[in-house]
């Protein structure tokens, strides 16, 4: 099955075929899975990412924006990210607790906003929530892929983040994983 995807991957990009063969993530066959608009392509992803918080060219309504990069080891989705919050919650923004009754200390806080992975075969666009607890130096976030450009176009799919973050809440390691959808190109 590996060598058929390879070939009708080689014919919408030959750049992403290269990529795609020197990936060991892609060493798991893609499913291919038939929906309302056609055929798509799915396939498992698991790779570093590290991330900065950043002022420059923050366009957030709360004043959160990180960049930063997913590394080897996912085939397509390595590159440059970007973040741009869209809500805070939690000791962020003063509130005793993420939830009701107040059940969290104020060291945890949540958060919103958009997430992009630009790659060398187009941009993938994500919706982003997750939490943070910079008590416990830790955060989970889950990531629904709702597009992109070039290859990403009409993606869909489900990501997961978990990690360390700094004591300061300013930079944050750990892995992205889970599974990317790609229409199959007519």
């Not at 099955?1 to 060493?27: E, I, N, Q």
């Not at 798991?28 to 396939?43: M, N």
């Not at 939830?99 to 104020?106: I, K, R």
Request: hydrophobic share 35%; aromatic share 6%.
């Amino acid at each position: 099955m590996m060598p058929k995807m390879k070939t009708v991957l080689c014919a919408c990009s030959p750049l992403f075929a290269v990529l795609v063969s020197a990936s060991d993530a892609f060493a798991r066959p893609a499913v291919e899975v038939e929906s309302s608009r056609g055929a798509t392509r799915c396939f498992s992803v698991r790779a570093p990412i590290a991330t900065e918080v950043t002022t420059e060219d923050c366009n957030s309504v709360v004043q959160l924006c990180t960049r930063g990069y997913v590394s080897a080891g996912s085939g397509f989705l390595v590159g440059t990210t970007r973040f741009e919050g869209t809500g805070l919650g939690g000791g962020a923004v003063g509130e005793d607790s993420i939830v009701s009754p107040p059940a969290e200390p104020t060291t945890t806080w949540s958060y919103a906003g958009h997430l992009s992975v630009q790659t060398p075969v187009g941009r993938l666009d994500l919706d982003d929530i997750g939490v943070c607890n910079t008590a416990r130096g830790t955060f989970a976030g889950t990531e629904r892929v709702v597009g992109g450009t070039g290859l990403s176009t009409g993606a869909t799919g489900d990501l997961f983040t978990f990690g360390l973050a700094s004591a300061a809440g300013s930079r944050f390691d750990g892995t992205i994983e889970g599974k990317i959808c790609i229409p199959t190109w007519r």
